[in-house]
């Protein structure tokens, strides 16, 4: 449907079963929060929270909790989307069928954005931020957050809608020192969007006009996050999306989206910076208190009735997750058609997204070659590393199937799959003192850390142990065995302290198992990774706690070792197991809790008489 507004969205939900109302009185200190994790567990319906304590304004969240639902609020667009998608892969396909096709040149026709001179909704009232649904998520966060943002900045050198950027980028309200009411935290990197747009200002000593939307018809929030390729608009986007042109006008000289429920204006001068976080994030950790570009707020706007939508992150999955899957549902074969040899990546959610990664390539290479080994795999994973987002990745897991029948959504059997394979004196690539993910504190300071590619390709090298081999059993410092998935055991050892103390650990487990390389029927080879955690039986407990644990908690270059461990040329490897050190370490941010005085406050919303009850 063309929803006009968030609201008339919010309504059509509730008249098909995907929405409830909460008509209790709910705290947007955690308790806000804390429901919609416990709903978006259950895979619950959409919320709308009708008495926002502090606030005269309703809040809705878990909008996008499940792909059915999105698939359902964009049930009218979403084939044409897909379809515009593969003709951008596909140009010919337009050629052949061009009565087919005619619809989507119309469509893209009809998205185009439109100067809205006569109806503004978002500018019937001015208000002020201390007025807005003021939500922490987590008991550690540095104060309220934006969390379903549209920050949209024009170009200097470009003005106007077809050149700006809209990007979805997390704004802090309140807490630390910002100034209530006339100062907020952007938290984005230069290189984004809105960085180039920062940069470019700065070099002219002008301060940079930023309009945070909020709000208004769903299509606009999901444009936000959209991996949109150059030069196309993401109010274009939008429109498509949703069957409705993006309005916009301009107040003071800041661009407005006429739909939103609310809009804040601001400028961010140059160099103008402030402590922004800790926020609780998406790979389950908080992100700390760091520098980033302050927000002097200008005016802030809302219409009658205004909705402010939210999500919460934390340890996936979460609702971003589902935003993903509905971006793979629109978006397709958009990187394998975007990296040649690529036939499948994926970012692995339970791991947090950006740690790991899974790809499928082809390996043309093998008839020049003495015996199937990657090869063209090797020159695949490095344009993998090297595009867009998926560059934040720290462990890059590749092989190729003849068969075609391999899949990187099904994460255990993949791992499976290249875990028999593997040969680790040649297959393990590291790249040292390289760019992270800036939310991930394992590496060794912000931005910076190590990557690593296991490649694995040929014949099937092993069977993989699905019991703890005796050989792992009764280790001096190395306690409860367990299985974490075939070829996968996990150890627990005492808490990590420093590195060098861990060197000697290291040193003591291969002094104890190198030995058993040598020895006849030895079963350490079904073993390809161990997992050194501070508690083994959590990390193997379920498929979805390894991958948390042990790709989030590492950092390649420092935390990885290797039974019989080898360097020869230059290139390390090992003759034994790969050993994954995924102790939490001092410098590590610490993770996501829940406050159980709140989660007992919420529990009268789900029982009898609740408006929840039965939800969860």
Known sequence: MAYASLEACLIDLEKNGHLIRIKEEVDPHLEMAAIHLRVYDAQGPALLFENVKGSKYRAASNIFGTVDRSKFIFRDTLAQVQQMVQLKNDPMKALKSPLKNVGTGLAAIKALPLKNPLSKPVLADEIRISDLPLIQHWPMDGGAFVTLPQVYTEDIDQPGIMKANLGMYRIQLSGNEYEMDKEIGLHYQLHRGIGVHQTKANRKGQPLKVSCFVGGPPSHTVSAVM?????????????????????YTYRDGFAISTDADFVITGEVYPGDNKPEGPFGDHLGYYSLTHPFPLMRVHKVYAKKNAIWPFTVVGRPPQEDTSFGQLIHEMTGDAIPNE???????????????????????????????????????LTIANHILGTGQLSLAKFLFIT??????????????????????ID?????????????????????????????????????????????PAELKDLQGFVNPQVCMPGVVALQANAFTTYENAAKEIAALNAQLEPQLQTANNKLQTVQIIVIADDSSFTAATLN???WVTYTRCNPSHDMHGIGAITEHKHWGCRGPLIIDARIKPHHAPALVKDPAVEKRIDQLFAKGGSLHGVA
Do not use: C, W
């Not at 390729?229 to 949703?242: R, V």
């Not at 690529?342 to 390996?363: C, Q």
């Open 227 to 247: 991996p949109l390729p150059e030069g196309l608009s993401e109010m274009t986007f939008a429109g498509i999306l949703g069957g409705r042109r993006f309005r």
């Open 339 to 377: 990296i040649p040899g690529v036939k499948e990546v994926h970012a692995v959610d339970a791991a947090g997204v950006h740690p790991l990664l899974l790809a499928i390539g082809s390996e043309r290479y093998t008839p020049y070659m003495p015996a199937k080994q990657p090869a063209e795999l």
């Open 400 to 421: 190729a199937d003849d068969t075609n029948q391999l899949h990187t959504h099904n994460v255990q059997a993949f791992m499976q799959y290249l875990l028999e394979r």
């Open 424 to 468: 680790l004196t040649r297959d393990v690539h590291f790249y040292t003192n390289t760019t992270i993910d800036t939310l991930d504190y394992s590496g060794t300071g912000i931005n910076s850390g190590s990557k690593v590619v296991l490649a694995a390709y040929g014949e099937k090298l092993r069977e993989l142990a699905t019991e703890v």
């Open 545 to 547: 706690n390894y991958l």
